[in-house]
């Protein structure tokens, strides 16, 4: 009994230490990319550990293929069609329709984000005095 015990316990613990490597092989392949790309900043990491997603990430879950966040309307119908699909009185999957969840609130959080800065920046430009006209 005990020598069952003790295999049960080895092998948890093999699982559990593959599992981690894997994480740990994968973060590291995400921060090499992301420091390759130069892209980024503070910010951007902060939403990621926030939403638990990376941009690119949401992305890929809402076939959003140009970087252009702008086009609103395309990331929202995209939401839409794919949360109603995976619905789970349709027979849709709980799971994916949470990923999708998480990734229309990543590309809602970097709107917000870019937003802030185009505010900020027009204050900036507001408070500059080489902007302001001699009299």
């Avoid at 559990?16 to 130069?38: D, N, P, V, W």
């Avoid at 229309?104 to 902007?131: A, I, M, T, V, W």
Wanted: glycine share 4%; charged share 30%.
């Amino acid at each position: 009994m005990a020598k069952h015990l003790i295999q049960i316990a080895i092998l948890g613990s093999q699982v559990i230490g593959r599992a981690f490597t894997r994480a740990l092989r994968q973060e590291l392949q995400h921060a090499k990319t992301a420091s390759q790309s130069g892209k980024t900043t503070t910010k951007t990491v902060q939403a990621d550990r926030i939403t638990g997603m990376s941009l690119q990430e949401a992305k890929q879950i809402l076939n959003i293929a140009d970087p252009d966040l702008t086009d609103v309307e395309k990331i929202k119908t995209n939401y839409e069609h794919l949360f109603d699909l995976n619905d789970k009185t349709k027979g849709g999957s709980f799971y994916l329709q949470s990923k999708i969840y998480r990734a229309k609130e990543r590309f809602d959080q970097e709107l917000r984000s870019s937003s802030s800065k185009e505010k900020s920046n027009r204050y900036k430009q507001k408070e500059d005095p080489s902007d302001a006209t001699p009299s």
